[in-house]
């Protein structure tokens, strides 16, 4: 490539965040190339070409670009202070009183921090969780990858001046808990992917690994994935009635698609019932999302069947593009369940 043009240069990139503090390795893998519909070589290709040299055939590697990374090692700064020091002179050793300047005396030697402090934090611990989607748009989809991220934990052995050390001799550990269940254990990774198919909860707790008798956390951070399913049927919807009735459920993770909730209401007049939603009606306006998804958002209706007659009720989220009919979940066959009027 560049000998008649540009060639055919792809730009890969890749997230190498999960290996945080870690010395790694990378290595790129040719899967296959192709000169022509019948050569693989340079040989088979030019028949002038006589000599096979390995390093002329595959893939070119070029502009190598690392951002991020921890080039130098990091140079621990020497405590030079003698065990036994003047108490007016800390640079100058001493065994005995005599051997510090005037009015000074000699301090036996400082006693070695303790490992960790159980009773800052939690256990010494404060966890950090954050729920990162793979598209970055907030809303998690049914089977969207998810980075469990808890790189903005710490250890803490409370306060002072200096402060005291929070774990000496060890570093930072995670264990990542899903709906109740371990699926990382202790690691020094800070990030747990995953792709739920449901609403799931996770907690990370983090520990000392120098001391984890004493240094592990209990509480813990936790976080919830609310999951947008799609088609309505991620809605449960109560109804309830005593002349007027009801109507509630919790709120669903919505994308851009749509916003909002229609209710729509049916009549079922007859033995076979209303198969077709021929008598659906908009339940009033459009119900907005709530500023926090899991609230509960809630209408009533007044009006009552007339006798022989009985009401059902629908929702679904509510499509953005003009004239667009609200998907409301599924019917018993697998197939999805569309209104048959547009909701303001």
């Given amino acids: 490539p560049g000998a008649t043009g540009n060639g055919n240069w792809v730009v890969s990139r890749f997230d190498l965040s999960q290996f945080l503090g870690q010395r790694v390795r990378i290595r790129w893998i040719a899967q296959s190339w192709e000169f022509s519909p019948t050569a693989e070589t340079y040989e088979t290709e030019n028949f002038t070409w006589t000599h096979n040299l390995l390093d002329d055939d595959g893939w070119w590697i070029d502009d190598i670009l690392i951002t991020g990374a921890i080039t130098n090692q990091l140079t621990p700064t020497p405590d030079?202070?003698?065990p036994q020091h003047c108490s007016n002179l800390r640079s100058r050793a001493c065994t005995l009183n005599s051997q510090c300047p005037t009015g000074g005396t000699c301090l036996p030697p400082p006693s070695c921090p303790a490992?960790?402090?159980?009773?800052?934090?939690?256990?010494?611990?404060?966890a950090s969780l954050v729920i990162r989607d793979a598209n970055g748009d907030g809303v998690i989809e049914r089977g969207e990858r998810i980075a469990l991220d808890a790189s903005g934990s710490s250890l803490t052995a409370g306060t002072g001046n200096p402060p005291p050390p929070a774990c000496v001799g060890g570093v930072a550990e995670f264990r990542f808990v899903r709906d109740g269940q371990v699926v990382q254990e202790w690691t020094s990774?800070?990030?747990f992917l995953d792709a739920p198919l449901v609403d799931a909860g996770y907690t990370v707790f983090v520990r000392c690994s120098a001391n984890p008798a004493q240094?592990?956390?209990v509480t813990g951070m936790s976080a919830s994935a609310k999951i947008y399913?799609?088609?309505?049927?991620?809605?449960?919807?109560?109804?309830?009635?005593?002349?007027?009735?009801?109507?509630?459920?919790?709120s669903r993770?919505?994308?851009?698609?749509?916003?909002g909730y229609n209710i729509l209401r049916?009549?079922?007049?007859?033995?076979?019932?209303?198969v077709g939603l021929a008598t659906l009606v908009c339940l009033g306006p459009t119900l907005p999302q709530p500023a926090t998804v899991g609230n509960t958002v809630s209408t009533t209706d007044a009006t009552a069947p007339a006798p022989g007659h009985i009401y059902y009720y629908l929702v679904g989220h509510h499509p953005r593009a003009a004239g667009a009919f609200a998907a409301l979940?599924?019917?018993?066959?697998?197939?999805?369940?569309?209104?048959?009027?547009?909701?303001p």
Wanted: glycine share 16%.
């Fill in 80 to 82: 030079t202070t003698p």
């Fill in 115 to 126: 490992t960790c402090n159980p009773a800052a934090g939690d256990k010494g611990t404060i």
């Fill in 189 to 191: 990774n800070n990030t």
């Fill in 215 to 217: 240094c592990t956390g």
């Fill in 229 to 250: 399913s799609g088609d309505g049927q991620d809605i449960t919807l109560t109804v309830t009635g005593s002349g007027t009735t009801s109507l509630s459920w919790p």
């Fill in 253 to 259: 993770p919505q994308p851009s698609s749509v916003a």
């Fill in 266 to 274: 049916g009549d079922f007049s007859g033995p076979a019932g209303d």
């Fill in 329 to 343: 979940g599924k019917r018993s066959d697998g197939t999805t369940r569309i209104a048959t009027l547009s909701c």
